[in-house]
């Protein structure tokens, strides 16, 4: 099957690619793909080094006549996010990815292609590998966890690269120059339920809310796309006088817009018939509210296993409350960059069993203080709640800076190739040169890359064609790196 990825041009990119996604690598997992990093710097006799906390770098001399370049950062992060179909039968800890060619598209059969960033490391391997690219002194940075928590940016320590500029291969739109991010912080809930037995008479259903489109919760998070844990509080809202909850898993990464819910509660024998007509009243709003956007929207129930236990009444009332406030989405628009979204949150993750509660969130802005605004009304809600809440990772923004010289070289050769002006935007996502900033604060930043759609979800998918024109680009750039002082 994927055969047929390496038959793609430009065939260095693709088959580099294809090596790559051989390799498991989950975020905070990475032992097997830094192996692979490495050995690839060794059976090409290239210098190499793996930091204390698992960044890789690998360093390739100016080819000749490049000696008086700026020397480079060439960067991207070696983790994926794991994500599939509910219905497909995958192991990511085991399997490498399955793709598959889709028109212009290479795509993966059910769960996420790891384009995001595999593009970017697979095309730092063609540089590294080539015999016939110009380029200067390169290093090639190999990032760690960059999808929970962007630790190995974090924990990259001053004075260990070398370049002057960095070109970071984590953007997502070929026509795109990035300049700016938005910073991030995880927002944690935890609290704990009585548990009340379960009725004799009593008619455990199982309610499921799948088929929504899901996304990258930085770059997708304005799309109004539909939240399965909010779509699932609604239900459970709308049937909270008839219905006990046994259990909720809804969600699973911070970074992806959760697609999936799944909920048990048990009804009394006298109000199946109102549970159901309450049910199916709500599901049709949802449908109607959701048609175009999340046209495969589905909300299914059924009967299933009883379970031995429900939530108190109270608590789950505090629950659907509490989760009703958590606000999901667009926070703010940004009044200084037309169209980009300035503050969001991502109502990532839902769990309540076993007199447990976790609810996992995920709040970004590109303005700091903003950021901690809408996290501290996120902590409010869940402490009136009375549950624990903590806020952990915080990562800083990457603020744009216009006079960047790097930039002023991508604008112009952009243009010359493709007869316009690219679009020079920062972006709601969580790039990592902000991080890598704060102990290299006089690097020059930039950050481009091929157009990948759906990124964090199974729909991911990488434009065939925008991958020769990103190439082309790259190699283009490397010749145009400006001479040092």
């Known amino acids: 099957m994927n055969e047929a990825i390496r038959a793609l041009e430009p065939s260095a990119v693709w088959n580099h690619f ?11 997992k990475e032992e097997r793909v830094i192996r692979f990093m490495t050995d690839f710097a060794d059976s090409l006799g290239l210098e190499s080094m793996v930091d204390h906390v698992g960044n890789v770098i690998i360093r390739k001399p100016a080819t000749p006549g490049m000696e008086d370049r700026m ?5 991207s992060h070696l983790d994926m996010v794991h994500q599939k ?7 990511f800890d085991t399997q490498g990815i399955e793709m598959y060619v889709d028109g212009d598209w290479v795509r993966a059969k059910g769960t996420t292609l790891g384009a995001d960033n595999g593009l970017g490391v697979a095309t730092i391997m063609a540089v590294l590998a080539s015999d016939d690219i110009p380029h200067p002194a390169v ?6 966890d960059e999808e929970t928590g962007m630790t190995g940016a974090i924990g990259l320590q001053g004075g260990i690269l070398q370049g002057d500029i960095l070109l970071n291969l984590d953007t997502e739109e070929d026509d795109e120059i990035g300049v700016g991010c938005a910073g ?24 499921e809310v799948k088929g929504l489109q899901g996304g990258h919760s930085g770059m997708d ?17 709308r049937v909270s006088d008839v219905a006990k909850i046994a259990s909720i898993d809804g969600g699973g990464l911070r970074n992806a817009i ?6 048990v509660v048990v009804v009394g024998a006298e109000a199946v018939s109102s549970f159901i007509s309450s049910i199916e009243s709500e599901q049709q709003y949802l449908i109607e509210e959701y048609h175009i956007i999340e046209p495969d929207l589905e909300v299914v129930v059924e009967k299933t296993e009883m379970p031995a236990s429900t939530m108190a009444a109270a608590d789950q009332e505090l629950l659907i409350r509490a989760i009703y406030a958590t606000h999901n989405g667009v926070f703010r628009m940004s009044p200084a960059i037309e169209d980009l979204v300035e503050t969001s949150n991502n109502l990532a993750r839902v769990g309540v069993g076993d007199g447990n509660i976790e609810v996992l969130c995920l709040t970004r802005s590109s303005v700091e203080s903003s950021k901690t605004d809408l996290a501290n009304g996120l902590e409010a ?13 915080s990562y800083p923004g990457w603020a744009p800076n216009m006079d960047s010289a790097i930039l002023k070289v991508l604008d112009e050769r952009y243009q010359a190739r493709n007869g316009q002006k690219a679009h020079i935007a920062a972006c709601h996502a969580g790039l990592e040169c902000g991080i890598l900033g704060t102990n290299y604060p006089d690097m020059d930043m930039i950050s481009f890359g091929p157009t990948i759609k759906g990124a964090h979800s199974p729909d991911e998918r990488a434009s065939i064609s925008s991958t020769k024109k990103y190439w082309d680009f790259v190699q283009d750039i490397l010749q145009h790196i400006p001479k040092k002082g």
């Open 18 to 28: 294809s090596d790559l996604n051989a390799v498991p690598r989950a975020s905070k």
């Open 71 to 75: 020397p480079i950062v060439m960067q």
């Open 85 to 91: 179909n509910a219905d497909t039968d995958f192991d």
């Open 139 to 144: 290093e090639g940075l190999f990032t760690i």
């Open 184 to 207: 991030g912080v995880d927002v944690t809930a935890n609290g704990s339920y009585s548990t009340e037995p379960t009725d004799a008479g009593s008619q455990a259903y199982s309610i």
């Open 221 to 237: 998070i304005h799309k109004g796309f539909g939240n399965a844990n909010k779509l699932m509080n609604r239900l459970l809202h």
């Open 258 to 263: 959760p697609r999936e819910s799944k909920a």
């Open 381 to 393: 809600a869940f402490q009136m709640a009375g549950y624990k809440v903590s806020q952990s990772g």
